[in-house]
């Protein structure tokens, strides 16, 4: 692509088209002077003002390019950014719901432990009274004897 561009540079230079490249070739072009024989050389000034206005167009038409491009860029960039953000919403809105899942069967298992636990105490509590029994049975037993 490099020799290419540079066929390119070099053919606007031999055919006598200003190229810009940069913001430096712009200053130069607005900083040109006209230049005549003398005060009343209006033809020659006539002439240069039209090379001039020329060069002015290429330089507005760079510009417009280099703007395009710019804008082109940007538009990139927005729907970048965009469709990111599309994304981060979509990631999100799973994550709640992922958390409100998870806390639902957070308290589905603590539930299950309360009644366990519940369970637990109240077969102990019968195992006490069992024994309780067991223990106050073999006193009276041991009363007959």
């Keep these: 692509m490099w020799p290419l561009v540079s066929w390119f540079i070099h053919a606007r230079?031999?055919?006598?088209?200003?190229?810009?490249?940069?913001?430096?070739?712009?200053?130069?072009?607005?900083?040109?002077?006209?230049?005549?024989?003398?005060?009343?050389?209006?033809?020659?000034?006539?002439?240069?003002?039209?090379?001039?206005?020329?060069?002015?167009?290429?330089?507005?038409r760079w510009f417009m390019e280099l703007e395009d491009g710019y804008l082109a860029d940007q538009e990139k960039l927005?729907?970048?950014?965009?469709?990111?953000?599309?994304?981060?919403a979509e990631i999100e809105a799973q994550m709640r719901a992922k958390v409100e899942e998870l806390n639902a069967i957070i308290q589905d298992l603590q539930r299950q432990h309360a009644s366990l636990l519940e369970s637990f105490r109240k077969e102990e509590a019968d195992k006490l009274i069992d024994l309780l029994k067991i223990s106050s049975s073999s006193v009276n037993c041991l009363a007959c004897f």
């Design 13 to 60: 230079f031999f055919l006598g088209i200003t190229l810009f490249t940069s913001r430096e070739d712009v200053e130069r072009l607005l900083g040109e002077k006209m230049k005549g024989k003398n005060q009343n050389d209006y033809k020659g000034k006539s002439e240069q003002m039209i090379k001039y206005i020329k060069k002015l167009r290429t330089c507005i």
């Design 78 to 88: 927005r729907s970048m950014l965009d469709s990111k953000e599309k994304r981060h």
